[in-house]
């Protein structure tokens, strides 16, 4: 396996860096977490752990049951949890096959470097940018076309982009001030630490 993974391969890692878990559990795991940004399903999560395993990107052990098939137990490794910052710091201003995984990455910066949140929600902005100038295009186009479910289907997509652009304004805002707090809290520390 190659050190670049696959979207899949990198939600995966990341419900793995929380913790040790069977493919089951991950499948219930990823219906509980991230369903809204990233739907797998079990036999797709099925199939790519035993990758995982094999790229060394996780650890797996059997667990005896009794009565039952033994269960397979995964657990990222330190190649997997590289892996999984590099995946979330390739920052894509225009993710192929239409596919945004840009809220599926930032859902999992806990395990990335301090600065990957605020590059995928201004990567975000940019890639939205771009498609509310296409939507108004259109707009402009519709302005004398008599037929009306176009244009209300057109409200519908111009609405979505603002209101993702307002809410990316206000995360930015809290991740930078989260960002500015934690560095003055640090040179607090290293003060105190100096003049002990």
């Known amino acids: ?12 890692l990341g419900l793995l860096a929380a913790g040790e878990r069977s493919g089951y559990d991950l499948a219930k795991l990823a ?14 999560i099925y199939k790519v752990l035993p990758r995982l395993a094999a790229g060394g990107f996780a650890g797996v052990r059997e667990v005896e049951q009794r009565g039952r098939p033994d269960k397979a137990l995964y657990k990222i490794t330190a190649e997997g ?26 859902f999992l910066c806990d395990f990335a470097s301090p600065g990957t949140a605020l590059a995928h929600l201004s990567a975000y902005r940019r890639f939205l940018e ?19 479910y ?42 105190r630490n100096r003049d002990n």
């Open 31 to 44: 219906e509980q977490s991230l369903a809204y940004l990233w739907t797998p399903s079990q036999s797709q």
């Open 81 to 106: 949890l590289e892996a999984l910052r590099a995946w979330l710091d390739d920052v894509e201003e225009e993710p192929p096959g239409a596919r945004v995984v840009f809220a599926l990455k930032l």
């Open 1 to 12: 396996m190659s050190a670049t993974i696959t979207n899949t391969e990198g939600a995966v």
């Open 130 to 148: 771009r498609r509310l100038d296409s939507y108004k295009q259109i707009d402009a186009r519709l302005a004398d076309s008599p037929q009306s």
């Open 150 to 191: 176009p244009k209300h289907v057109l409200r519908h997509g111009l609405t979505r982009v603002r209101a993702t652009l307002a809410w990316i304004d206000e995360t930015t805002a809290a991740i930078e001030s989260n960002l500015s707090s934690a560095s003055q809290a640090a040179t607090s520390r290293q003060r």
